[in-house]
């Protein structure tokens, strides 16, 4: 079975630190995706990522950064948390093509931004 | 712009009776469409899929529909059980798009014993 794991499933932060959200899967997937979720609004893409070193804005990347070293790995990083990036955050991961590829998805981090 | 719209936030239906949830889309060039089912704190999984070529896909109780000249698709559920209590995203991609969706906001499916 495919496994996406996120670092924490929830999370504490104040406004203005750096924050470093991990996501690591074991299926050798090219494509990585990071995703927050609220309430009425579905899932917006924040990031993604189709091959190491490589990585496209989503719909809502402002504030964000990410990062993908390593093929299994992709973090999301907020530079300088603020109160309405409270949010749950997914990961995801998927093969690149064809466009049917399902996506696999972690349980999610709770970010609560104080 | 929404691409893909899921217009009924919720959904209750009775046990046993059948489950229709539906899904619109804008973007004529999305070559397959996907539903996800999501339980709370957990993320979603990959429910069933269809090909824009084909007009009807069936796995058990799950059976989803496309209308390709009214962009609509749905998903039907039949018999639904309590246990298909979740909520349901649709997703669209295309071949192009380097494995990229459009998801909609998702509906929330209550099944009563």
């Known amino acids: 079975d495919v496994k996406v794991t996120q670092s924490s499933r929830y999370l504490v932060k104040r406004t203005g630190e750096k924050v470093f959200l991990e996501c690591v899967q074991d299926m050798d997937h090219e494509n990585m995706f990071w995703y927050r979720q609220d309430p009425g609004l579905g899932l917006r893409l924040i990031y993604f990522s189709y091959d190491v070193k490589m990585k496209e804005k989503g719909d809502i990347p402002e504030g964000y950064s990410v990062s993908r070293e390593k093929k299994e790995r992709f973090s999301l990083i907020l530079e300088s948390a603020s109160t309405n990036q409270t949010s749950m955050y997914l990961c995801?991961?998927?093969?690149?093509?064809?466009?049917?590829?399902?996506?696999?998805f972690g349980d999610g981090t709770r970010l609560s931004i104080l | 712009d929404q691409q893909v719209k899921q217009n009924s936030p919720s959904l209750s239906v009775q046990e046993g009776r059948i489950s229709i949830l539906n899904c619109d889309y804008t973007n004529s060039m999305f070559d397959y469409f996907l539903w996800y089912k999501k339980y709370p704190a957990e993320g979603p999984t990959f429910l069933i899929s269809i090909s824009s070529i084909k007009d009807k896909n069936e796995d058990g109780r799950f059976t989803v529909f496309l209308n390709k000249s009214a962009k609509h698709l749905s998903l039907h559920i039949v018999p639904s059980q309590p246990g298909d209590s979740a909520v349901y995203f649709c997703?669209?991609?295309?071949?192009?798009?380097?494995?990229?969706?459009?998801f909609g906001d998702g509906t929330t499916l209550t099944v009563k014993p």
């Open positions: 997703a669209a991609s295309e071949d192009t798009n380097a494995g990229k969706s459009t």
């Open positions: 995801a991961s998927s093969f690149l093509s064809p466009g049917n590829q399902p996506q696999h």
